[in-house]
């Protein structure tokens, strides 16, 4: 069974039609699937059962050593901060898997660093808009 590792790979945001790659900023990245029941299920008097209902909420994060010039993720997350964007996630372009959907794009909760000299890092967690299509590595 092969396994796949983190990297080479891609992350791409597409916001007007237009796909940028920010994987040069990117030192790890994970897709989260989250599971919250809507309703509980419930028993009646006459013994049927109507069963709980699950939802499904995806999302992205990832840990950044950010780029602060006019072409970087942070330029690009002041200028459309909590617009709807596409993003591709690949994260070993030879296997091919990859993710695929829309996500909420918010700035992180803080960039910076505790020492001189160090790169500017930040982590961001993005909420999808529905779900993610999952494509299989090859």
Do not use: C
Not at 33 to 60: C, I, K, M
Not at 89 to 117: C, F, H, Q, R
């Amino acid at each position: 069974m092969p396994i796949t590792v983190l990297g080479p790979g891609t992350v791409t945001i597409d916001v007007a039609g237009e796909p940028v790659d920010f994987s040069a900023e990117v030192k790890s990245a994970k897709i989260q699937h989250e599971y919250d029941e809507v309703y509980e299920a419930v028993t009646y008097l006459d013994g049927s059962q109507s069963p709980a209902t699950n939802r499904r909420a995806d999302a992205f994060s990832a840990s950044l050593d950010n780029d602060l010039a006019a072409g970087g993720l942070y330029a690009l997350l002041v200028d459309n901060d909590l617009a709807t964007a596409e993003l591709t996630y690949t994260p070993n372009t030879t296997a091919g898997a990859k993710w695929v959907g829309s996500v909420i794009l918010t700035l992180p909760s803080e960039i910076g660093t505790d020492d001189m000299g160090s790169p500017i890092a930040s982590e961001i967690e993005w909420a999808a808009v529905g779900t993610f299509t999952y494509t299989p590595a090859t």
